[in-house]
């Protein structure tokens, strides 16, 4: 079973930087795209950012020009580079892998943005 953990999550003041890694709990298969997600509370879940193996991304309007995504392939990691965080980026969040039909999920990491 392939398991996802993710770290790297915190508090945070506004404006402030934080970076997330998700990476699988032991050696696996090379992934397809891998992304965040994101679960605000009462609300849900939503895509932050995707990246395919190629290196091609994708992001959410809202973190447009403040978030980065990459992936390491050879570790088969992917990461978040969070800046000019805002308050309502106050949420967990979730790495997310595709490899075939098949989808895994990490446990989710919380980020809170608050002065």
């Known amino acids: 079973q392939v398991q996802l953990v993710e770290s790297g999550g915190g508090l945070v003041q506004p404006g402030g930087s934080l970076r997330l890694s998700c990476a699988p709990s032991?050696?696996?298969?090379?992934?397809?795209?891998m992304g965040w997600y994101r679960q605000a509370p009462g609300k849900q879940r939503e895509l932050v950012a995707t990246?395919?193996?190629?290196?091609?991304?994708n992001y959410a309007d809202s973190v447009k020009g403040r978030f980065t995504i990459s992936r390491d392939n050879a570790v088969n990691t992917v990461y978040l580079q969070m800046s000019s965080l805002k308050p309502d980026d106050t949420a967990v969040y979730y790495c997310?892998?595709?490899?075939?039909?098949?989808?895994?999920w990490g446990q989710g990491t919380p980020v809170t943005v608050t002065s």
């Open positions: 997310k892998a595709d490899r075939l039909w098949n989808v895994y």
């Open positions: 032991g050696s696996v298969f090379r992934f397809d795209a």
């Open positions: 990246i395919t193996s190629g290196g091609n991304t």
